[in-house]
Nanobody, 123 residues
Framework: QVQLVESGGGLVQAGDSLRLSCAAS????????MGWFRQAPGKERELVAG????????YYADSAKGRFTVSRDNAKNTVYLQMNNLKPEDTARYYC????????????????WGQGTQVTVSS
């Protein structure tokens, strides 16, 4: 079965950096668009960044532009999210997701999800 396993979260201070990883198995990774969502308590799940199979198209939420970078290594079946200059408002559980086709911000349109990794940014 398909498994997406996130890692790299933690407790950091404002201004610090983190690199999240998502290792995928059970699917033809190079054929899937990958996304990073986050969800804070009491808030809706939102797409932070996405990258299509060929890495030729990326999406960033306005809150992530200039600070976050999404990348993927199809040889390793892994997608990454480099997060720099973290802010307290970035505190959330971060989820990796996969879908065939293009990037969409609608969570219901993503086929597979990981369990998430917690990112907590203190001020």
């Amino acid at each position: 079965q398909v498994q997406l396993v996130e890692s790299g979260g933690g407790l950091v201070q404002a201004g610090d950096s983190l690199r999240l990883s998502c290792a995928a198995s059970g699917l033809t990774f190079s054929s899937y668009t990958m996304g990073w969502f986050r969800q804070a308590p009491g808030k809706e799940r939102e797409l932070v960044a996405g990258i299509i199979w060929s890495s030729t198209n990326e999406y960033y939420a306005d809150s992530a532009k200039g600070r976050f970078t999404v990348s993927r290594d199809n040889a390793k079946n892994t997608v990454y999210l480099q997060m720099n200059n973290l802010k307290p408002e970035d505190t959330a559980r971060y989820y990796c997701a996969a879908r065939p086709g293009l990037i969409t911000r609608e969570p219901a349109s993503w086929n597979y999800w990981g369990q998430g990794t917690q990112v907590t940014v203190s001020s």
